[in-house]
């Protein structure tokens, strides 16, 4: 089973709000973080020199923006068999 992903947001976001419906039509399990409401994860994201939300980071790839090729990506990873069978 893959861990669910992390999606850091801000309120009113057209990319966060596209982000997380892609993820869900995925099945792809996800916490939401508001950045606007958590400057613990704001600053991290700053350290990690992401200036624009979303924000997603799975065990070990992260990107910001919508990116339905990173999701696809993680999806590929989920259903792989060998991967799948862990």
């Given at each position: 089973m893959i861990e669910p992903l992390a999606v850091y947001t801000v309120p009113n976001c057209?990319?966060?709000?596209m982000t997380t419906?892609?993820?869900?039509?995925?099945?792809?399990?996800?916490?939401?973080?508001?950045l606007?409401?958590?400057?613990?994860?704001?600053d991290m994201m700053r350290q990690f020199?992401?200036?624009?939300?979303?924000v997603v980071i799975a065990r070990v790839v992260s990107w910001s923006g919508y990116r339905p090729d990173c999701i696809a990506q993680i999806v590929?990873?989920?259903?792989?068999p060998v991967l799948a069978a862990e």
């Open positions: 057209p990319q966060c709000t419906e892609a993820l869900d039509a995925a099945d792809l399990p996800y916490t939401v973080i508001d606007m409401t958590d400057a613990h994860a704001t020199g992401y200036t624009a939300p979303p590929a990873l989920r259903d792989h």
